[in-house]
């Protein structure tokens, strides 16, 4: 049942993914659900194939074999901007403004990407406002300190609308400040989207995730609920052996 | 003498279309094209060929340079938009270079290197043509330019910013880039198309040469002078090099040297504005 | 037959052009178009110099005024632009704005006329032969072996010096390059002196065979850079698909008149990137780094 669910709207369901680089293998046969609704982590060490992971996901890379099912069709290998605009929205740990454009602007790139138009003038206060940037927005995005520039980044992925939000490190170089802004914004997405949500803190992954999985040198390790992967010893050993 | 300013004022007009068109190819969608005045030299020949050779009227000829030269610069967008940006200026080079050996070569469609004489311009009733043209030059110029400001504050514009400065993230979040881009070069090639009919109404004989290399240079000039960022600096750009060349026709040059002469201060132009340009950022920072 | 051998002549001679300007293109990454400039300086240098000074010191003054020119717009445009943070594509444009400016300088001076000189060796050279059954001169024949020889003679220094061996390394890693001890800026201006040396010599050939004007250099730098770019930009693929186009140019001549052969680069450039964007579509796009940034105002 529970694989079933993941494959309705809204939920992910990756079987057997593999890819490699020049005979390294980045991703090899990991599987896992991201269920409709829910907030799956993905945690790993350094190397492990967590943005590799991604970059499949969101069309950046084409997988070897394997399926990526999105309420009833295979993702795999479909160009990026056709997976975006099937719902599945990626963000980078690096903030990837445009640094002439205003962070209202910038913002706005979200909607206009995906072919929605202008944002009315209501929602897109609202949006800014939700991310806290109401005060720097018309501040051209590039004089922003990086802190900012991640906000305006993940206020300009929720701006697609997307069903399911793939996040690479969001809180990676944040202020605690600028953090519970990030987790905030999250939160309030959760309620209604799902969520991949890969990063090195395990703290932040034990308060957002309903369920984790723990990736290794491109294989999937674990996965399990946050209050059982934190007491795993093997996870322990690959994170701290 | 006032004949003569009105042709040199039509002329700026023409060019500042051109200009603001190549500056939504360049300034907004970041394609550095080479191709910009072979495109007005498509445009041209179109609007040439159909009024002389096809009786045409010249309302329908220039609707059909806009719209002619769109198609074909979409098809070269189409195949080059991809490019890194080195190649996409060499391949829109070569695109020049080619089409002036076609306008050459393809006697029995272009002429050849007779070129196309005669070409009629707008007229209603016995109105001076000279000041039609003049004053249809400065109508189509500023809707240019309010067309194009427009644009370059919309959606798309602020897309097309965004799919200059980085690709992949607008194509993460559902732009399609490369049609944003093949749009925009067609939008662009539109303008020229429409400056070329208007040019070869102001220069009534149109023949390969004029539409060389050193054309698309000129306009590159005209907007890398005015900085890329503002439509109005395109025109200013336009305004700037139609007037140089003319003033210098006063002085004491003689007919044979002008035209080398007018390439070696363009050229220089060139290099001194990107030089400035930069030199001012780098003591910005 | 005979278009065979036409089209491994000028295959030949194309390979020379390619080689010079992939010699600094691999190592640079720059487009200098300021390369078609040296091209023709090179051939108006001796047609100025070989009345007052003679053939050999003609020659002499010509090569090094080549030197002089590609070595000079590396030092004075490329590199003081390149540290102001010029992208690419700007030097590209700067380098044109120069080819332009020598272009018709040379124009204002001597005219747009095209200009040529005796050949040298007469004896020798102006005469015929006949080679797989086609007749050529010897001057073409001459030319041929003296761009492959030229060639080969450049794979082997690439190949076999201590400075060959450190273009290489620039070309591959200039960072490596640059920690391993290798003067990077030394090694870009051996680039730029020994492809303009190469390019130098081949506007002396054109020159002497066909003459030349103030616009020739331009087409020669297209067929250099589409052989460059279809070649992968190394010495050895860009002259192999420099002999293609020689070939591709001969097989033209069977359906189209010669007044077309300047088309045949361009054509083949174009085909190219038909198939190439055909093939990009799928894979990921590269960054571009945005020139816009760096000249807007």
Known sequence: MTAASGSARGGVEIRRLHKSFGGVRAVWDVSFTVPAGKTVGLIGPNGSGKTTLLNLLAGYYKPDAGEILYGGTDLAGLPPERIARAGVVRTWQDPRIVPDLTVAENVAIGALARGAGMPNDAARRALLAESGLTAVADTPAGSLPYGQQKLVAIARSLAASPAVLLLDEPLAGLSAFERQHVVALIQQFRTTGTVLLVDHAFGVIAQLCDHVVVLNTGTKLTEGPPGVISKDPSVIEVYFG | ?285 | MSLLLYGLISGCVYGLWAASFSLIYRATRIFHVVHAAVFTTAAYGYWVASPLIGQVAAAAFALVLSVVLGVGAELLLYRPLARRGASAVLLFVVSLGAYIVVENTIQLIWGAAPRSVPVPFDSVLQTYVTVLGAGVSALELAEAGVALALWGGLVAFLRWTSLGAAIRAVTIAPELAELSGIKVGQIRVATFAGGSLLIGIAGLMMLMKTGIEPSSGLPVWVVAIVATLIGRASVVGSFVASIGMGLTESAMLIWFPAAWQPAMPVLILLGFLVVDAARARLVTWQGRRLARRNVAG
Request: proline share 3%; with cysteine.
């Open chain 2, 1 to 285: 003498m006032i004949v003569y300013l009105y042709e040199v004022v039509a002329l700026a007009c023409i060019f500042a279309i051109a200009s603001m068109s190549l500056n939504l190819v360049l300034g907004r969608a970041g394609l550095f094209s080479l191709a910009h005045g072979v495109l007005l030299g498509i445009g041209a020949y179109i609007y040439g060929l159909l009024t002389t050779q096809a009786g045409v009227s010249p309302a329908v000829g220039v609707v059909a340079a806009v719209v002619g030269t769109a198609v074909l610069g979409a098809a070269l967008a189409a195949v080059s938009v991809h490019l890194d940006e080195e190649q996409f200026a060499v391949t829109t080079l070569a695109f020049n270079l080619l089409v002036v050996i076609v306008l050459t070569n393809w006697a029995s469609l272009t002429r050849g290197a007779y070129g196309v004489a005669q070409i009629p311009r707008l007229s209603i009733g016995d109105a001076d043509p000279q000041l039609m043209l003049l004053l249809a030059a400065l109508l189509l110029a500023a809707l240019t330019f309010v067309a194009f400001r427009a644009l370059a504050k919309s959606g798309f514009g602020q897309l097309l910013v965004a799919s200059a400065s980085d690709p992949d993230m607008v194509r993460a979040l559902g732009g399609p880039v490369w049609s944003l881009r093949v749009r925009a070069f067609a939008i662009g090639s539109a303008g020229a198309g429409l400056a070329g009919a208007l040019f070869a109404m102001q220069a009534g004989y149109i023949a390969p040469p004029l539409f060389e290399l050193h054309l698309s240079v000129l306009i590159l000039a005209m907007v890398i002078l005015g900085g890329t960022r503002s439509v109005g600096g395109a025109v200013l750009g336009a305004v700037v090099l139609i007037g140089i060349p003319e003033a210098l026709r006063f002085a004491a040059f003689n007919a044979v040297s002008a035209g080398p002469l007018r390439q070696i201060v363009f050229g220089l132009l060139i290099i001194v504005t990107i030089y400035v340009r930069l030199h001012s950022k780098t003591s910005r920072a």
